[in-house]
Structures are given as structure tokens and as C-alpha cells.
């Protein structure tokens, strides 16, 4: 089993930053790939950034610009850094670890952004 906890979440003005991370321990076996995913109240969830094994990052296109994820392998940790935020980007963010074939998933961090 690996377990991910994540951290940074919160309450931020529009335009303001938050930065993410996520941990992952446990019986880790050869993570492929890491990201984060994020889900507002009435919608479902949908993928806000990716990061493979090899570096290579994909990002959903609301948060182009303005967000990026990294990652330290000796770590096993991932961030996503948020800048410009948006009332649009509030949500509930998930961190996402694909490890030995298998997904897990975090408990979820708040992200609110409110005037």
C-alpha cells in the first residue's frame, strides 16, 4: 500500500498563490506517474496536472500559464504550484500516484479562492 498526504491548501484572494505537495510513502514500487486533480462542489472531478516519471507534464488547459507541477523522485514527493488563481479554481485538489500498476489516491485538500 502507499499512503499520500498532501498539504497547502486554503484560502487565497484572486491572483494570489498556493502551492501544493504531496508525499507518498509506503510500500512504493517504481511510480510512473504523479498529478493532481481537482473537484468543485456539482462537478466532477477533472484533471488539473500531470507529471510522468521522465518529467514530462501535461496540464489541463484552464490552468496553462499559470500552473506548474514538479517532482522530487528521491522524495516521492510532487507540488503544483498555483499562480493567478481564479474564483473558478476552487475546489477540493486529490493527489494522484500510479505506483506498481496500481492508482491511489489522496484525502483531498480544500482550495478556495474568495474575495
Not at 500510479?98 to 489516491?105: H, P
Request: glycine letters at 14%; proline letters at 2%.
Amino acid at each position: 500500500q502507499v499512503q499520500l498526504v498532501e498539504s497547502g491548501g486554503g484560502l487565497v484572494q484572486p491572483g494570489g498563490s498556493l502551492r501544493l505537495s504531496c508525499a507518498a510513502s509506503g510500500n512504493i514500487i517504481s511510480i510512473t506517474s504523479m498529478g493532481w486533480h481537482r473537484q468543485a462542489p456539482g462537478k466532477q472531478r477533472e484533471l488539473v496536472a500531470g507529471i510522468t516519471s521522465s518529467g514530462r507534464t501535461n496540464y489541463a488547459d484552464s490552468v496553462k500559464g499559470r500552473f506548474t507541477i514538479s517532482k522530487d523522485n528521491a522524495a516521492n514527493t510532487v507540488t503544483l504550484q498555483m499562480n493567478s488563481l481564479q474564483f473558478e479554481d476552487t475546489a477540493v485538489y486529490y493527489c494522484k500516484v500510479l505506483s506498481g500498476g496500481k492508482l491511489y489516491w489522496g484525502q483531498g485538500t480544500q482550495v478556495t479562492v474568495s474575495s
